[in-house]
């Protein structure tokens, strides 16, 4: 029964995967994308991946799944003239040729991986205990790979200041996004009034159990994210304008806190973002809750999009 599901569920997302490559409507290839995105974490699931799962639904799905929601909508309006427009013989020959040649090398470059594959598994279970962290996801991310983590979480904010840099100048200092109205007894206000208390509690649960259990501030925080959208979406908050120092404090707070512990590190115990002995799991709490607030922040400002209105 189990290998009959597992393998209805391949083939479902590999029928996705082609449909929303082949899809001409663009809104139609999001849907196809988000619903390939929500399948691939249970994919994870069946793999006991339950940590990669929640981040695949909340970033994979979730967050880039309304970003380009966002994108179609605004590329609605010139979507019948790029429809119009159909590449040559010769390109769509080609096209064809490069994807055949790119699944081949793929295709050979796993099948010559060794067998067994080298892994640094064993040594890096034997080595989690001394992080003083229950959940071995978290243990990797935030030490034995603590470098990618920091990177990653920099190039988000980069990300959100290129979204900034396409705000016209007359706006820039102002609020993203356009200022939504909808009915305040419509159903969009009432799951907005409804939600976003239980998304809370959820993220942070999410959050606070991240250490020891499946979750995390990625994770976390994204729920923190969608929550202030549905309100902002349903006209019952408003995005704040960008120039607020307040705010830019709490976006740059999280990698810096991240920073300093590195830096600490070098004087304590001997390596960038290296922990003293017996200060592992307090260093690593307080790495997580400083990036907690500003991801969630980021990842709902990235969402809302450039200024679009003057601050009052």
């Keep these: 029964m189990t290998d009959a599901i597992n393998c209805g569920l391949a083939i479902l997302i590999l029928a996705l995967a082609a ?17 390939y ?6 994919v994870w699931v069946q793999l006991h991946g339950v940590d990669v799962a929640l981040t695949e639904a909340a970033l994979g799905s979730g967050l880039t799944g309304a970003l380009l929601l966002y994108a179609a909508a605004r590329l609605r309006a010139t979507e019948r003239e790029a429809r119009a427009e159909r590449p040559g013989l010769p390109t769509r020959v080609a096209a064809a040729l490069v994807a055949a040649c ?17 892994t640094l598994a064993p040594q890096t279970a034997a080595s989690i205990a001394t992080t003083g ?26 990300a959100l200041i290129g979204v900034w840099s396409l705000a016209p100048d007359r706006f820039w200092g102002g609020r993203p996004g356009t200022l ?17 208390p239980i998304g809370v509690v959820v993220g942070v649960y999410i959050f606070w159990v991240g250490a020891d259990f499946p979750g995390g501030k990625f994770q976390g ?39 300093a512990v590195g830096a600490a590190g070098v004087a304590f115990a001997g390596a960038f973002l290296g922990y003293p002995d017996g200060y ?24 809302a999009g450039a200024p679009q209105r003057s601050a009052p």
């Design 19 to 35: 449909w929303t490559i082949v899809a001409r409507d663009t809104f139609s290839a999001v849907v196809g994308f988000v619903a």
């Design 37 to 42: 995105g929500l399948l691939l974490a249970l």
């Design 102 to 118: 790119v699944t081949v090398a793929l295709g050979i470059a796993v099948l010559a991986l060794p067998d067994p594959a080298p």
């Design 133 to 158: 962290v229950g959940n071995p996801l978290t243990a990797v991310l935030v030490a034995f790979r603590a470098m990618d983590t920091l990177l990653e979480a920099i190039v988000v904010l980069f």
């Design 180 to 196: 939504h109205h909808s009915d305040p007894d419509g159903v969009l206000a009432y799951f907005a009034r409804v939600l976003p």
């Design 221 to 259: 925080a994204t729920l923190l994210a969608a929550m202030w959208l549905l309100a902002v979406i349903a006209g019952l908050a408003d995005t704040p304008p960008i120039g607020r120092t307040w705010l830019r404090a709490a976006l740059v707070a999280g990698p810096v806190v991240f920073l």
């Design 280 to 303: 592992a799991k307090p260093l690593i709490k307080v790495i997580e809750w400083a990036l907690f607030p500003s991801l969630a922040l980021t990842l709902a400002l990235i969402v």
